[in-house]
Every structure is written in structure tokens, then in C-alpha cells.
């Protein structure tokens, strides 16, 4: 008789996660990302990005994030914030009341930050908007999470 050994795999432990909606213009480069890991190797940490295509991906996606693999979360809504504000039963607010990690929001315009509707909303940790400069904006964020998950622990 063949005996089957079946290893659970536990998650892997992603300590900031960069959750980033469609930008028509300005977006992560590789080469900006690649320096945000170094960044954070060099503080202990990890870093990955996931792309979403649409409303419905990043809510999702925000959903599934859990404090037992990812410490930590960028929002980085892009052109998507249009369509959250025109669609508030779509369910990103709702989504972010549920998250359990702190998270900062990140844009590169003044305009296309998240205002919240409904004041009982788990506001993120902070706003950063470096006007027409996603790389600075990023970088501050980045900043702020290692310095908070430096901190925690």
C-alpha cells in the first residue's frame, strides 16, 4: 500500500503589500519597484505588488488581504477612485472596515484621493499625495510602514 504524505504549506509571510489599480499615465515602474524591495530588504521586510485591473479585483483583493501573511498594506487606487466614489455599494469601504492590517493610501493627485462617505470607516494610517510624483509618494509610504512595523515589534 503507497502512503501519501500531504505537507500543509503555510502562507507565505508578505510583510507589505502594494495593492495598485490601473494608472493611464503614471504608474510603478520596475525599476522604482525594484528599489522599494531593496529598501525594504534592507530594513528586514518584503515587498510585493499585485496589480489589479478593475473595481471589482482591488476590493477582492483587499478582502483577501490577511494579518497572518501581510503586516502591511499600500492602497494605491489609481484611475480607480472615479469609479469608487461613483459606486460606493461596489464595497471597497466596507472592504477596508474588515481589513485587519493598518494600510496607507498612495497617489500621485490631489484629486483622486479616497474621501470617505461614511465616517464609521477605518480611516488608513495616512494620505500620501506628492502631487504628479507617484515615486516620491511611494517612497514616503514606504517610509512610514517600515518605521511602523519597526515599532511594532
Known sequence: MAHRLIVA?????VTILILQGPHAARSLSGELFGHLQQLARAAGR???????????????RVRAVKPQSTEFMLLDP???????????????????????????????DSDDALESQDRSQ???LATIIING??????QIALGIA???????H
Open 146 to 152: 517600515l518605521r511602523q512595523l519597526g515599532t511594532s
Open 78 to 108: 489609481g484611475d480607480l477612485t472615479q469609479q469608487v466614489r461613483a459606486h460606493p455599494e461596489a464595497g471597497l469601504c466596507a472592504a477596508l472596515d474588515g481589513l485587519a492590517t493598518p494600510y496607507i493610501e498612495v497617489h500621485d
Open 9 to 13: 504549506m503555510q502562507p507565505a509571510i
Open 46 to 60: 518584503t515587498l510585493e505588488l499585485c496589480p489589479c485591473g478593475g473595481l471589482r479585483d482591488l476590493i477582492a
Open 122 to 124: 477605518r480611516a488608513p
Open 133 to 138: 510624483d507617484l515615486a516620491t509618494s511611494y
